[in-house]
């Protein structure tokens, strides 16, 4: 997952982001602060106007400053805790010019442990934790089992939408959701659809991008 490929990917969770805005902002507004989608969409269009200035530089660098200019770009709760992914991300890279599997599930884990500490949150508390910690326990696990790309690809990607769906039958304890008790049974976590719909579609900028070799 060089810095090209992380470019890529990221103009790819823009576009399937802005595919699903419908029903992202349909779940904010039923159990979030409604502005959850404006803030990420944001993010994404900030990202995509900077791709240029991070072209040749490393993968570690490259999501430090992703999560230097999203620390002032995105608002809500959202914010620092993404920009703090990104950032966690980075330094667990530094040095790394081509990050291999293992390398970057670990720095993934290391990202969604920031966003846990910051957040103060935890699996089973209807956040976006709720999808980024089990796709992120399984990333480890599939990467040190050397499991053929294609098939890491579609069971990160069937986990985050289980994951996803599972959310519906949570009782929120973070967020604006938390205040609505029982009322927030029945709704998918907005944050925790974006993490779905982002997720999927790094999964899919991967497996068009890697030759038949890199796939085993």
């Known amino acids: 997952m060089n810095t090209p490929m992380i470019l890529d990917a990221l103009a790819a969770v823009q576009r399937a982001i ?16 409604g502005d959850h989608f404006i803030n990420v969409r944001r993010g994404c269009e900030v990202l995509v106007v900077m791709a240029p200035e991070l072209n040749g530089v490393p993968p570690g660098l490259a999501l430090h400053k992703i999560g230097m200019k999203l620390l002032g770009t995105i608002g809500g709760a959202s914010g620092p805790l993404i920009s703090s992914f ?3 991300m980075g330094k667990t890279l530094e040095g790394i010019d081509e990050p291999d599997r293992r390398q970057f599930a670990a720095a993934f884990a ?3 442990e920031a ?3 910051r957040g103060k949150a935890d699996v ?11 796709v992120s326990r399984l990333l480890l696990k599939l990467a040190d089992e050397d499991t053929l790309l294609p098939a890491l690809c579609a069971q990160l990607t069937q986990e985050a939408h289980h994951n996803m769906l599972a959310t519906k039958d ?3 304890s973070k ?8 009322r927030a049974l029945g709704h ?4 925790c659809k974006t993490c779905e719909v982002a997720i999927a579609a790094v999964c899919e900028t991967v497996l068009r991008q890697v030759t038949p070799s890199e796939a085993a």
């Not at 802005?18 to 602060?33: F, P, T, V, Y």
């Not at 998918?188 to 944050?191: K, M, T």
Request: aromatic share 4%.
């Open 124 to 134: 089973g508390e209807k956040t976006m934790l709720d999808v980024l910690i089990p």
């Open 170 to 172: 949570m009782i929120a």
């Open 110 to 112: 290391s990202g969604v």
């Open 188 to 191: 998918i976590d907005p944050g």
């Open 18 to 33: 802005l595919a699903n805005e419908a029903q992202i902002e349909s779940l904010d507004r039923a159990i979030g602060d």
């Open 115 to 117: 966003i846990k500490t």
């Open 175 to 182: 967020g604006r959701a938390s205040f609505l008790g029982e």
């Open 86 to 88: 990104f950032m966690a």
